[in-house]
């Protein structure tokens, strides 16, 4: 019962999903498909020209051509196009063309529950964060919110080339750029065909990451304060990629292309598949490769998989991958019975029954027969089972978490939802109602069962302080990463639970998508939160150290995070990474693992891609893997270690690390290491002296230990400081036995791609089927 608690939250979006992939099964239909060539046009034949000329000669005449193409592509060497499965090999078999990949549906990271913004951290004035221009592929965003007014924002930076596309869409000094992609060209009523923002999630993030400060924000007066991006001083450009019905390849392309040629400094991007795909075949990796290329740092989120291993999402290691932890503050709200006793559970209850206590009956004594229906079913309260003469005024107590609506269409008061799935964040309703434990549950049924009158109120949702926060929510995806098993994934962890942000007016304010009612702020949960605070804090870091890398950025923030309780995660950094941002010392890294481009696809070559696989990812043919020896991914540059062991062997590795001195320039760094017994850490030299800044030094990180077996993670860390203990710079160190069968190099077995075999409810049971093409 509690395995299906969380599909209305994801279900119209999955099933509008699927509708629109289930034309597959028609050859001669059309079907988008992105059509990538390993050429790079120079010259003066223009790209658009090339692809035109090459649709024209596989759909025979100019016309079709014109009526297929959806998009040419200036940073992809590619092109999207409407083509028939046999148009679709006659492309593959080309010369020049390296893949066609079809129009994959990508969907938003994020719960529908709501949540506060409980992030401060400093500034560095409006004037620096000014010239910073965060991009969000998102739902897009509603440009008449406060959050999102001039106030005292100046004009553009003088290099921004976006644009503001789209009737009745208005962009100003905190929106300079606005742009709408929908390949599918298939719009439900309630889309907006602009960059306006029906669902919500758009307006949520973007003013998480960069919104205005406005006081008194709250939800129906709860979490009431100032609501605030991150970097308050700095510009947003919305990307609408996103539509009721999903995220589509084509259109993510297409929105990072924009993108770097308008000029943004970080991109965030809030989505993603729910399984794990090879880099040649992921929009979000190829889009933010090129966004690296371009000195732009893609940060997104990790996926809302977990707890279960092998579940994180977006690992691209040239990326930032982001968890979701707690904040201090979670939503409470009680019930209390007719006989005195009282029960709380997580839910945002924004309605108020003036303490009046209703009748109270079980959702199984009010079947709807005639419908079909018995108590087994009725129980669950779910729409259409229940008996409105028996519901009609009355609390119904149900045994499923559910959307409400089924009480609400039974004219039923509020309700009493029993579930052992919702722990540590919360939902908001369309009616009353919280959710309480099935044990707590036990004792309600109790006392319907043997009181006379059985009665209950549902109180006005509450604030309370958690003390344990920060810890990683269990809907937070996991590693190890799934494709790189000697890389990190996630990379660090930010707030993502119970997250108050601006939001459509037209969107709807709790998990029912039908609630009607209209709010300016909400409260919800996701990675898809936890995201635009990383990508807020990247921006603080951008605004402060204008030519950093992309590589040095992420690095910032990953070596200044802030350590996590070990002892509140079982799976330890496979849910938080290096730990929680922490952007006021992120500006201060003292030393930065930088990379670049180079050193990326050396990586991929060294994980099995090759020469013509490399170019599809890079999008440039004079991309060559030099070396085809594959091996290890221990020495790309990376600010964290993992090392996977399989079961039997020993463990040992050898890491080779540069640092970048971005602190004194006159600093002398000492190594700590920090390791359980089962392995230790050795590094050579322990010691390393700069003398200017931009000066970079290298060193060896030597893991070695017995044979492990069956060891889900053990974990240590290296730790560089100055003298003046001004810097430490801190790298976990991972060590795990991989899944027998799990393989090194996944571009040559695409098994694990499709549906991981570790124990737990793989997401086909946990969501139902979401087809891919
Ligand atoms: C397949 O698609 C084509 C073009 O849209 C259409 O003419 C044809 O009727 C479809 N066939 C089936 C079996 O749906
Ligand atoms: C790359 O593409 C250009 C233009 O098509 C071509 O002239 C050049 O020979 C190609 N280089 C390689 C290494 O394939
Ligand atoms: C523009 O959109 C807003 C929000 O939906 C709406 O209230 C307004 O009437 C629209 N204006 C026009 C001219 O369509
Ligand atoms: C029972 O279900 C039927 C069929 O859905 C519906 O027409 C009827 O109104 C319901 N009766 C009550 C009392 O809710
Ligand atoms: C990347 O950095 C290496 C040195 O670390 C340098 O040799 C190489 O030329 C750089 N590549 C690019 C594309 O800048
Ligand atoms: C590159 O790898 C792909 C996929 O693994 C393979 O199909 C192709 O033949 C390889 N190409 C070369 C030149 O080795
Ligand atoms: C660094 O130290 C050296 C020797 O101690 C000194 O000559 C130099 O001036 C110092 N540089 C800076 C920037 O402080
Ligand atoms: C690792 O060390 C811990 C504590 O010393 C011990 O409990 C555990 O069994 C060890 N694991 C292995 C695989 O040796």
Same mark, same amino acid.
């Given at each position: 019962?509690?395995?299906?608690?969380?599909? +209305?939250?994801?279900?119209?979006?999955?099933?509008?999903?699927?509708?629109? =992939?289930?034309?597959?099964?028609?050859?001669?239909?059309?079907?988008?498909?992105?059509?990538?060539?390993?050429?790079?046009?120079?010259?003066?034949?223009?790209?658009?020209?090339?692809?035109?000329?090459?649709?024209?000669?596989?759909?025979?005449?100019?016309?079709?051509?014109?009526?297929?193409?959806?998009?040419?592509?200036?940073?992809?060497?590619?092109?999207?196009?409407?083509?028939?499965?046999?148009?679709?090999?006659?492309?593959?078999?080309?010369?020049?063309?390296?893949?066609?990949?079809?129009?994959?549906?990508?969907?938003?990271?994020?719960?529908?529950?709501?949540? #506060?913004?409980?992030?401060?951290?400093?500034?560095?004035?409006?004037?620096?964060?000014?010239?910073?221009?965060?991009?969000?592929?998102?739902?897009?965003?509603?440009?008449?919110?406060?959050?999102?007014? =001039?106030?005292?924002?100046?004009?553009?930076?003088?290099?921004?080339?976006?644009?503001?596309?789209?009737?009745? #869409?208005?962009?100003?000094?905190?929106?300079?750029?606005?742009?709408?992609?929908?390949?599918?060209?298939?719009?439900? @009523?309630?889309?907006?065909?602009?960059?306006?923002?029906?669902?919500?999630?758009?307006?949520?993030?973007?003013?998480?990451?960069?919104?205005?400060?406005?006081?008194?924000?709250?939800?129906?007066?709860?979490?009431?304060?100032?609501?605030?991006?991150?970097?308050?001083?700095?510009?947003?450009?919305?990307?609408?990629?996103?539509?009721?019905?999903?995220?589509?390849?084509?259109?993510?392309?297409?929105?990072?292309?924009?993108?770097?040629? @308008?000029?943004?400094?970080?991109?965030?991007?809030?989505?993603?598949?729910?399984?794990?795909?090879?880099?040649?075949?992921?929009?979000?990796?190829?889009?933010?490769?090129?966004?690296?290329?371009?000195?732009?740092?893609?940060?997104?989120?990790?996926?809302?998989?977990?707890?279960? +291993?092998?579940?994180?999402?977006?690992?691209?290691?040239?990326?930032?991958?982001?968890?979701?932890?707690?904040?201090?503050?979670?939503?409470?709200?009680?019930?209390?019975?007719?006989?005195?006793?009282?029960?709380?559970?997580?839910?945002?209850?924004?309605?108020?029954?003036?303490?009046?206590?209703?009748?109270?009956?079980?959702?199984? @004594?009010?079947?709807?027969?005639?419908?079909?229906?018995?108590?087994?079913?009725?129980?669950?309260?779910?729409?259409?089972?229940? =008996?409105?003469?028996?519901?009609?005024?009355?609390?119904?107590?149900?045994?499923?978490?559910?959307?409400?609506?089924?009480?609400?269409?039974?004219?039923?008061?509020?309700?009493?939802?029993?579930?052992?799935?919702?722990? !540590?964040?919360?939902?908001?309703?369309?009616?009353?109602?919280?959710?309480?434990?099935?044990?707590?549950?036990?004792?309600?049924?109790?006392?319907?069962?043997?009181?006379?009158?059985?009665?209950?109120?549902?109180?006005?949702?509450?604030?309370?302080?958690?003390?344990?926060?920060?810890?990683?929510?269990?809907?937070?995806?996991?590693? /190890?990463?799934?494709?790189?098993?000697?890389?990190?994934?996630?990379?660090?962890?930010?707030?993502?639970?119970?997250?108050?942000?601006?939001?459509? /007016?037209?969107? %709807?304010?709790?998990?029912?998508?039908?609630?009607?009612?209209?709010?300016?702020?909400?409260?919800?949960?996701?990675?898809?939160?936890?995201? /635009?605070?990383?990508?807020?804090?990247?921006?603080?870091?951008?605004?402060?150290?204008?030519?950093?890398? /992309?590589?040095?950025?992420?690095?910032?923030?990953?070596?200044?995070?802030?350590?996590?309780?070990?002892?509140?995660?079982? @799976?330890?950094?496979?849910?938080?990474?290096?730990?929680?941002?922490?952007?006021?010392?992120?500006?201060? +890294?003292?030393?930065?693992?930088?990379?670049?481009?180079?050193?990326?696809?050396?990586?991929?070559?060294?994980?099995?891609?090759?020469?013509?696989?490399?170019?599809?990812?890079?999008? !440039? =043919?004079?991309?060559?893997?030099?070396?085809?020896?594959?091996?290890?991914?221990?020495?790309?540059?990376? %600010?964290?270690?993992?090392?996977?062991?399989?079961?039997?062997?020993?463990?040992?590795?050898?890491?080779?690390?540069?640092?970048?001195?971005?602190?004194?320039?006159?600093?002398?760094?000492?190594?700590?290491?920090?390791?359980?017994?089962?392995?230790?850490?050795?590094?050579?030299?322990?010691?390393?002296? #700069?003398?200017?800044?931009?000066?970079?030094?290298?060193?060896?990180?030597?893991?070695?230990?017995?044979?492990?077996?069956?060891?889900?993670?053990?974990?240590?860390?290296?730790?560089?400081?100055?003298?003046?203990?001004?810097?430490?710079?801190?790298?976990?160190?991972?060590?795990?036995?991989?899944?027998?069968?799990?393989?090194?190099?996944?571009?040559?077995?695409?098994?694990?791609?499709?549906? +991981?075999?570790?124990?737990?409810?793989?997401?086909?049971?946990?969501?139902?089927?979401?087809?891919?093409?």
């Amino acid at each position: 019962m509690a395995k299906k608690g969380l599909i +209305p939250l994801l279900c119209s979006l999955l099933f509008a999903a699927f509708l629109l =992939n289930s034309h597959a099964a028609n050859a001669s239909e059309r079907k988008i498909h992105v059509v990538y060539m390993g050429d790079r046009l120079k010259g003066d034949l223009s790209a658009k020209r090339v692809h035109y000329s090459m649709l024209t000669s596989v759909l025979g005449s100019s016309s079709s051509a014109k009526e297929s193409l959806v998009y040419s592509y200036g940073n992809f060497n590619a092109f999207a196009a409407k083509l028939t499965e046999e148009e679709v090999k006659t492309f593959s078999e080309m010369d020049g063309v390296v893949r066609v990949i079809p129009n994959h549906i990508l969907q938003l990271h994020t719960t529908r529950s709501w949540d #506060f913004l409980g992030f401060s951290q400093s500034s560095l004035g409006a004037r620096i964060e000014g010239d910073v221009v965060i991009g969000l592929l998102d739902t897009g965003i509603w440009p008449e919110h406060e959050s999102f007014t =001039n106030q005292e924002l100046g004009a553009p930076p003088s290099k921004w080339k976006g644009i503001c596309q789209g009737a009745n #869409f208005t962009c100003n000094n905190k929106i300079v750029g606005a742009r709408y992609y929908n390949s599918e060209e298939w719009y439900s @009523d309630t889309d907006f065909k602009s960059p306006r923002d029906s669902e919500g999630h758009g307006t949520h993030t973007s003013s998480t990451a960069a919104g205005n400060r406005v006081a008194d924000a709250s939800y129906y007066g709860l979490a009431n304060g100032i609501a605030r991006g991150g970097v308050p001083g700095a510009r947003i450009a919305m990307y609408k990629v996103c539509w009721s019905f999903g995220c589509a390849t084509a259109d993510i392309l297409a929105a990072f292309d924009d993108a770097i040629a @308008d000029g943004v400094d970080i991109i965030s991007v809030s989505l993603g598949f729910i399984f794990a795909l090879a880099y040649d075949e992921d929009p979000i990796a190829i889009g933010a490769f090129h966004a690296m290329k371009n000195g732009i740092l893609t940060s997104n989120s990790a996926g809302n998989s977990g707890p279960w +291993p092998y579940s994180v999402v977006n690992f691209a290691p040239w990326t930032l991958t982001v968890a979701a932890s707690t904040i201090d503050r979670k939503f409470v709200t009680r019930v209390e019975l007719g006989n005195g006793m009282s029960y709380a559970g997580p839910s945002i209850n924004s309605f108020d029954l003036h303490g009046k206590s209703y009748p109270l009956i079980w959702g199984g @004594d009010a079947a709807n027969y005639s419908a079909g229906s018995n108590p087994d079913l009725s129980k669950y309260c779910i729409n259409g089972y229940l =008996n409105s003469y028996r519901v009609y005024g009355n609390i119904v107590f149900c045994e499923l978490l559910w959307d409400g609506t089924g009480i609400l269409e039974a004219s039923g008061v509020g309700t009493i939802m029993a579930s052992d799935r919702l722990k !540590d964040f919360a939902f908001s309703f369309p009616l009353p109602a919280t959710v309480i434990s099935t044990k707590d549950g036990e004792q309600i049924l109790d006392y319907i069962r043997s009181a006379e009158y059985p009665v209950a109120t549902i109180l006005f949702g509450e604030t309370w302080s958690d003390v344990m926060a920060p810890y990683v929510v269990s809907f937070s995806s996991r590693g /190890p990463n799934p494709m790189n098993p000697d890389i990190l994934k996630p990379d660090l962890t930010a707030p993502g639970v119970d997250i108050i942000a601006a939001w459509s /007016p037209v969107a %709807p304010p709790s998990v029912a998508y039908e609630d009607p009612r209209s709010v300016n702020y909400n409260i919800i949960s996701g990675t898809s939160m936890s995201c /635009p605070h990383a990508s807020g804090a990247a921006a603080y870091v951008k605004a402060a150290h204008p030519d950093w890398s /992309p590589a040095a950025v992420k690095s910032a923030l990953m070596t200044t995070a802030t350590v996590m309780d070990s002892t509140k995660h079982e @799976d330890l950094e496979f849910a938080y990474g290096s730990g929680q941002i922490n952007p006021a010392h992120a500006i201060e +890294p003292g030393l930065v693992y930088d990379a670049n481009e180079t050193d990326y696809i050396n990586f991929l070559c060294k994980q099995g891609y090759n020469t013509t696989t490399i170019r599809l990812i890079t999008g !440039d =043919n004079s991309s060559v893997c030099t070396s085809t020896v594959i091996g290890r991914a221990w020495d790309l540059n990376y %600010p964290s270690f993992s090392l996977a062991v399989e079961d039997g062997e020993p463990i040992s590795g050898v890491f080779t690390r540069t640092v970048t001195n971005v602190g004194s320039a006159n600093s002398t760094y000492t190594v700590r290491m920090y390791s359980p017994s089962n392995f230790s850490i050795s590094v050579e030299p322990q010691v390393l002296s #700069f003398s200017t800044v931009g000066e970079k030094k290298s060193y060896t990180v030597t893991v070695t230990g017995g044979t492990i077996s069956q060891q889900k993670i053990m974990s240590g860390a290296i730790i560089w400081t100055d003298g003046d203990h001004q810097y430490e710079v801190r790298s976990p160190v991972v060590v795990y036995n991989v899944l027998p069968g799990y393989t090194y190099f996944p571009p040559q077995n695409s098994k694990f791609q499709e549906k +991981p075999t570790f124990q737990g409810p793989s997401m086909y049971e946990k969501y139902g089927v979401l087809r891919r093409n």
